[in-house]
C-alpha cells in the first residue's frame, strides 16, 4: 500500500476500533483511532513519500496476542534518500489488528529526515513584553503557550483569512491537544519567531506544528491538534476551503 498498491488487503487486516500510534512530533507522528482514521493516516504518510516507501522484513517473534516485526524502510522524502528501521508491535483480537505501535531504532533521524517534508512553515514574530515575564525573569509556560496560540492565528489568517469568516457562523475550532518540548529560556526583551506549519489536515481536526527560535537558538518545539465543532459542541466538517489544502 506505501509503494501504492492496493489497500483492500490492509483494510482487512484491521479491526473496526483499532489505533495506531507513532512516537514523536515529525509530520507522520500522532496517535489514530478508528480504521477509517488508520486507512487516511496510512494514505496521507504514503502520500509524503511519493508512493515512494518500501518495506524489507528483518524478523519477527510472536507471543498471544502479541507480534513484533523488525522492518528496514525506505522512502524519498523531500528529495532526499531516508533510510531507517523500526520495530513494529501489533495487538491481535479476534484475527485483526486491534492496536499497533511503530517505534523507529534511530528516532531523531526519522524526526529529522521527515520534517523536510513539512509544508512552507509561516513564521510569526513576538517580542517579550515585561508583562509576559511578571512571575519571574523569564517567560512563563503558560504565556509560552499564548505565544503559540497567536501564531496560529495568524498563520491561519495567511492561508485562509479571519478564523471567524472561514469556518462560518456555525462553527469553531477548539484544542484537541498540546504538546510542549520545552528548551531554553526566554527573557524579557527577547524576540521569539515561532514557525507554523500545518503537518495535516483532516475532515475535522488539523495537527499543527511549532518551532520557537531566539537569536538562531530553538527554545520550544510543539505540536497541537485543532477540533472543528459545530454550535452544540459536537465534531463537524472543516469548510471544504480549509480540506482542499490537507494533504
Given at each position: 500500500?506505501y509503494a501504492?498498491?492496493?489497500?483492500?488487503a490492509?483494510?482487512?487486516?484491521l479491526?473496526?476500533?483499532?489505533?495506531?500510534?507513532v512516537?514523536?512530533r515529525?509530520?507522520?507522528?500522532?496517535?489514530f483511532?478508528?480504521?477509517?482514521?488508520?486507512?487516511?493516516?496510512?494514505?496521507?504518510?504514503?502520500?509524503l513519500?511519493?508512493?515512494?516507501?518500501?518495506?524489507?522484513?528483518r524478523g519477527?517473534?510472536?507471543?498471544?496476542?502479541?507480534?513484533?516485526?523488525?522492518?528496514?524502510?525506505?522512502a524519498?522524502?523531500?528529495?532526499?534518500?531516508?533510510?531507517?528501521?523500526?520495530?513494529?508491535?501489533y495487538?491481535?483480537a479476534?484475527?485483526?489488528?486491534?492496536?499497533?505501535?511503530?517505534?523507529?531504532l534511530?528516532?531523531?533521524?526519522v524526526?529529522?529526515?521527515?520534517?523536510?517534508?513539512r509544508p512552507?512553515?509561516?513564521?510569526?514574530?513576538?517580542?517579550?513584553?515585561?508583562?509576559?515575564?511578571?512571575?519571574?525573569?523569564?517567560?512563563?509556560?503558560?504565556?509560552?503557550l499564548?505565544?503559540f496560540?497567536?501564531?496560529?492565528i495568524?498563520?491561519w489568517?495567511?492561508?485562509?483569512?479571519?478564523?471567524?469568516?472561514?469556518l462560518?457562523?456555525?462553527?469553531?475550532?477548539?484544542?484537541g491537544a498540546?504538546?510542549?518540548?520545552?528548551?531554553?529560556?526566554v527573557?524579557?526583551?527577547?524576540?521569539?519567531?515561532?514557525?507554523?506549519?500545518?503537518?495535516?489536515?483532516?475532515?475535522?481536526s488539523?495537527?499543527?506544528h511549532?518551532?520557537?527560535?531566539?537569536?538562531?537558538?530553538?527554545v520550544?518545539?510543539?505540536?497541537?491538534?485543532?477540533?472543528?465543532?459545530?454550535?452544540?459542541?459536537?465534531?463537524a466538517?472543516?469548510?471544504?476551503?480549509?480540506?482542499?489544502?490537507?494533504?
Amino acid at each position: 500500500m506505501y509503494a501504492d498498491g492496493e489497500e483492500a488487503a490492509v483494510d482487512e487486516l484491521l479491526a473496526d476500533d483499532v489505533t495506531w500510534h507513532v512516537p514523536g512530533r515529525s509530520p507522520i507522528a500522532g496517535d489514530f483511532s478508528g480504521r477509517a482514521a488508520v486507512l487516511r493516516y496510512l494514505r496521507f504518510r504514503r502520500s509524503l513519500a511519493g508512493e515512494t516507501m518500501e518495506t524489507t522484513e528483518r524478523g519477527q517473534s510472536h507471543h498471544g496476542d502479541g507480534v513484533i516485526r523488525l522492518a528496514d524502510r525506505h522512502a524519498r522524502v523531500a528529495e532526499g534518500d531516508v533510510f531507517w528501521r523500526t520495530a513494529d508491535v501489533y495487538r491481535v483480537a479476534n484475527g485483526k489488528i486491534a492496536e499497533a505501535w511503530s517505534v523507529p531504532l534511530d528516532h531523531q533521524y526519522v524526526e529529522e529526515a521527515w520534517a523536510a517534508a513539512r509544508p512552507r512553515p509561516f513564521v510569526y514574530a513576538q517580542r517579550v513584553r515585561p508583562q509576559d515575564c511578571a512571575a519571574s525573569t523569564m517567560l512563563g509556560h503558560p504565556r509560552f503557550l499564548e505565544f503559540f496560540e497567536a501564531a496560529f492565528i495568524e498563520c491561519w489568517r495567511d492561508r485562509f483569512g479571519r478564523i471567524d469568516a472561514s469556518l462560518g457562523d456555525e462553527r469553531s475550532l477548539t484544542v484537541g491537544a498540546v504538546n510542549v518540548n520545552y528548551i531554553g529560556g526566554v527573557c524579557c526583551d527577547d524576540e521569539i519567531q515561532i514557525s507554523v506549519s500545518l503537518d495535516r489536515i483532516t475532515k475535522r481536526s488539523i495537527t499543527v506544528h511549532y518551532e520557537a527560535v531566539v537569536d538562531a537558538r530553538t527554545v520550544a518545539e510543539a505540536t497541537s491538534r485543532y477540533v472543528c465543532l459545530d454550535r452544540t459542541g459536537n465534531p463537524a466538517p472543516l469548510p471544504d476551503a480549509i480540506t482542499a489544502h490537507r494533504r
